[in-house]
């Protein structure tokens, strides 16, 4: 089997990425990123996802972006929006984040003679980040096979977006018949310990709203509940 990184986080788009790449044929290994971000709960879901989906391996890497990249994700001074998706770059822009995080899933790629990345951006229902465009995945492509040994050597990588261009019930409904289980899945920003949801910010918004255009029942734990 051919081996690929899949970027882990926790949230329903990385489950349905780690499930694609498997559907795929891909032996997966997965990696999570311990960045700093205040839904920490998501890399308790990130393992039990790994596990539910078998993945080959599941790296996790603790990375501090908290005192490099401001956000409200990596600040707690720094309120996460509660009053509905809004245009422009949110407040919960992590600058840097899919860069660093692919440029680790890059290394271990090369290492495990890997030259297949997995990444779960989406264009199309997501807030607004600039590194999540298709634009953005193909540009880190050609600087990847620039940057390493193994793309001057002519063995390119392959960075695949598989969700690129799907809303978010799309995605959803892709899961549901590779046997994605959500309820493990955890996407609020500010999930308590017990990666119970908040309801009210963005990632919480387009989640619900997700759920409800696919017609499928919503799984997510509330803190309200």
Avoid at 79 to 106: F, H, Q
Wanted: contains cysteine; proline residues 4%.
């Amino acid at each position: 089997m051919r081996k690929a990184v899949v970027l882990l986080s926790g949230g329903i788009d990385s489950a349905t990425t780690l499930a694609i790449a498997r559907a795929q044929g891909f032996a997966c290994y997965a990696l999570s990123i311990d960045y700093g971000q205040r839904h920490r709960s998501e890399l308790v879901a990130a393992a039990r996802i790994g596990e539910f989906l078998q993945a080959s391996d599941h790296q996790f890497v603790q990375l501090d972006l908290t005192t490099l990249a401001a956000s409200a994700l990596t600040n707690a001074t720094i309120a996460v929006p509660t009053d509905g998706v809004s245009e422009g770059i949110p407040v919960t822009y992590v600058p840097a984040r899919n860069t660093v995080m692919l440029s680790l899933a890059l290394a271990w790629a090369e290492v495990l003679e890997s030259r297949d990345i997995f990444i779960g951006v989406t264009a199309v229902d997501y807030s607004g980040y600039p590194d999540c465009r298709p634009d953005y995945i193909a540009a880190y492509e050609k600087m990847a096979n620039l940057a390493t040994k193994a793309g001057r050597e002519g063995e390119p990588f392959t960075i695949h977006a598989p969700l690129i261009d799907l809303s978010k019930h799309a995605i959803i409904r892709s899961g549901m018949r590779l046997g994605v289980d959500y309820g493990l899945t955890v996407s609020c920003y500010q999930a308590d310990d017990d990666g119970r949801a908040c309801g009210l910010c963005d990632a919480c918004r387009l989640r619900r709203a997700g759920f409800e255009a696919a017609n499928v029942p919503d799984p997510t734990r509330y803190q309200q509940d």
